[in-house]
């Protein structure tokens, strides 16, 4: 089974600086993709950034970027120049639909607070 | 338009009560989902509808009863609710059913059910 870990329940950075959020995953497909995910606090679920698992080019979208290690089954986020704005909880995401079965898995998510 | 709605905002049942979540979406996606999040936890799938059909059902107990009238509505029926399924039900749609799809969220209804 197919399993998502978020090992950091809460992290906090400084405005401007740079934060990590680390994801680990358990899966046996070959195929997959992975999500992050933000959710403000009261606010709607967005996306943030994708990665295809057979793509080895880290996703990067503005100041978000992605370390994907596949072997090592990891899939960290980056944040650069963080904004107070960027104070949400991030969930980390694994999807797989192989011969008719779908799995769309989060992880426990990481509540980030932005400090000015 | 890139916007996910759902009717009501907040909703409060007694556990004999028979209610309605809705969810619209107009741009022209032809998957859509519902989520159950309970407090401080991840979303969990419970249903996926694939043109308007239904693709997926992760084991859901059958007093949640969801239906899909068109391509733009999504509907979740309540009937005999526990406490336990308090929780905020989020409603999403992709423009397929496929991993490179991005998903779109709704703001959610909030259920309490007494």
């Known amino acids: 089974a197919q399993t998502v870990t978020q090992s950091q329940p809460e992290m906090s950075v400084q405005e401007a600086e740079t934060v990590t959020l680390s994801c680990t995953y358990d899966?046996?497909?070959?195929?997959?993709?992975l999500f992050w995910y933000k959710q403000p606090p009261s606010r709607q679920m967005i996306l943030v950034i994708r990665?295809?698992?057979?793509?080895?080019q880290n996703a990067t979208e503005n100041r978000f970027s992605v370390n994907f290690q596949k072997a090592a089954k990891s899939f960290s986020l980056k944040i650069s120049d963080s904004q107070l704005g960027d104070t949400a909880m991030y969930f980390c995401?694994?999807?797989?639909?192989?011969?008719?079965?779908?799995?769309?898995?989060f992880g426990t998510g990481t509540r980030l607070k932005v400090l000015a | 338009d890139t916007e996910v709605t759902q009717t009501p905002k907040h909703l409060v049942m007694g556990m004999t009560n028979k209610k309605s979540l809705k969810c619209e979406q107009h741009?022209?996606?032809?998957?859509m989902y519902w989520y159950k999040q309970k407090a401080k936890k991840p979303p969990e799938l419970m249903f996926v509808?694939?043109?308007?059909?239904?693709?997926i059902n992760e084991s859901v107990p059958s007093r949640f009863s969801p239906e899909c009238p068109n391509s733009s509505l999504l509907n979740l029926h309540l009937h005999a609710l526990q406490p336990e399924d308090s929780a905020l039900y989020l409603c999403?749609?992709?423009?397929?059913?496929?991993?490179?799809?991005?998903?779109?969220f709704g703001p959610g209804t909030r259920l309490l059910v007494l």
């Open positions: 990665q295809e698992a057979y793509k080895q």
């Open positions: 509808y694939s043109y308007e059909k239904l693709s």
């Open positions: 995401a694994f999807m797989t639909f192989n011969s008719g079965t779908y799995k769309y898995i």
């Open positions: 741009m022209g996606h032809r998957a």
């Open positions: 999403a749609s992709s423009q397929e059913l496929a991993g490179r799809e991005t998903q779109y």
């Open positions: 899966t046996s497909e070959n195929n997959y993709y």
